[in-house]
C-alpha cells in the first residue's frame, strides 16, 4: 500500500501514483534521472514532459519532481490525470438519509456508482464526495447504471468493512419494482433459481447448467393502464446479488423489464442519450445496522414509471 498522498483529491478522486523500482531486470543501471523513467512508464498514458513542465508530478513531501532529478529506488511518485470531457447527466441525487457514519442517496437513471471508464465524473461517488464534502465516501453495494433508486454509502473509510460485511452474507433485504409486460397466463409469485454466469467482453449475462447462484422472488403487484397496452407493476425480492440477476429472471420469464438497454438484446443507445430509462427501481432497502443494532430502513422518493422528464436537466 502506498503511504498518504501528498496531493489534494481532484474533482472528488484521488490522486494516481506510481512507484520507482530497485532496478529493472532488463538493464544493469537504473534509470539516470526521474525524467526518464517516468517517460518511459507513464508515456502511454499521460503527456510526460508537459506534466514535469507544470509541476504536476509530487514526491511524497510535496515537492514537485524535476526531470533532471536524479533517480531514487522505491520512491512514489503522485499526479492527477486528465479527465475526458463527459455528458452531464441530468436527474437529482436525492439524499434520503445522512448521518455520521451513512448517506443513503436515491440515484437517478444513467449515472454510474463509481468513476469507471467512460463515466468518472459522471458518477455518484465523484459527484457526492465534493457536493457532501466527505473525501472518503464510498458505496457499499452496486446498483447498475441504468438503475435508479437506493444506494447505500458510508462516510469514511473506518466505518466500510462493517457494512460491507453486512452486505456481502445477505443480510439486506432488498426490494425492487420494475415495469412489463403482463402475462396472464403467468403463475405468480414466483421464485426464480438459476446459474447466471458473465463472460469478460459480453454485456450479457448467461444461464448455465452449473448449480444455482442466483434466487428472486418476483410479484405482481398492480396493473397500470397507459391506453395501449395493460403493464404490471412488479415486485422483485432478489435472495442473492449476481450481475443482471433481476433483469435475467424477468426476462427468462417472457416479461424483459421495459426500456432495458441490454435485454433481451443489445441496443445500440448514443452514451449522452438520456431519454429513455430503464424502468427498474431499487425502492426499499431494511437492515440492522451493525454497529447500534438499531433496524434501518429507507424508501425511494421516485415512483413507476420513471417518466422521460427524469431524464432530463431538472
Avoid: C
Avoid at 131 to 160: C, I, K, N, Q
Avoid at 220 to 243: A, H, K, N, W
Wanted: overall charge negative; glycine content about 6%.
Amino acid at each position: 500500500m502506498p503511504p498518504p498522498s501528498p496531493l489534494p483529491q481532484r474533482h472528488g478522486l484521488d490522486a494516481a501514483w506510481v512507484s520507482t523500482p530497485d532496478r529493472d531486470r532488463a538493464r544493469p543501471h537504473p534509470w539516470p534521472t526521474m525524467g526518464a523513467w517516468l517517460l518511459e512508464r507513464l508515456a502511454e498514458f499521460v503527456d510526460v514532459a508537459a506534466f514535469l513542465a507544470g509541476e504536476r508530478f509530487a514526491y511524497q513531501s510535496g515537492e514537485p519532481v524535476v526531470g533532471s532529478d536524479p533517480y531514487q529506488p522505491h520512491t512514489f511518485v503522485w499526479f492527477h490525470r486528465d479527465l475526458a470531457d463527459e455528458a452531464f447527466v441530468p436527474g437529482i441525487i436525492h439524499v434520503v438519509h445522512r448521518d455520521a457514519r451513512l448517506v443513503v442517496i436515491d440515484k437517478p437513471a444513467f449515472l454510474s456508482t463509481i468513476p469507471r471508464g467512460r463515466h468518472v465524473l459522471q458518477s455518484v461517488v465523484v459527484r457526492l464526495r465534493a457536493e457532501l464534502g466527505l473525501p472518503e465516501l464510498s458505496p457499499l453495494h452496486r446498483l447498475d447504471r441504468v438503475t435508479s433508486g437506493l444506494l447505500v454509502l458510508a462516510t469514511e473509510r473506518r466505518w466500510r468493512g462493517a457494512y460491507q460485511t453486512m452486505f456481502q452474507r445477505g443480510e439486506v433485504g432488498k426490494t425492487y419494482r420494475a415495469l412489463a409486460p403482463l402475462r396472464p397466463e403467468l403463475d405468480l409469485p414466483v421464485t426464480v433459481r438459476n446459474h447466471l454466469a458473465t463472460r469478460r467482453g459480453h454485456w450479457q449475462a448467461e444461464v448455465t447448467d452449473d448449480p444455482a447462484n442466483a434466487e428472486s422472488l418476483i410479484e405482481l403487484e398492480t396493473v397500470l393502464q397507459d391506453g395501449v397496452q395493460d403493464i404490471g407493476v412488479y415486485r422483485l425480492t432478489p435472495r442473492t446479488g449476481r450481475t443482471h440477476q433481476l433483469r435475467m429472471h424477468m426476462l427468462g420469464l417472457g416479461i424483459p423489464i421495459i426500456d432495458d438497454p441490454v435485454y433481451p438484446v443489445v441496443q445500440d443507445v448514443a452514451i449522452d442519450d438520456f431519454t429513455r430509462p430503464l424502468q427498474l427501481l431499487a425502492s426499499e432497502v431494511t437492515f440492522t445496522d451493525p454497529i447500534d443494532g438499531e433496524l434501518r430502513r429507507f424508501e425511494s422518493v421516485r415512483t413507476l414509471p420513471l417518466p422521460a422528464e427524469a431524464a432530463r436537466a431538472e
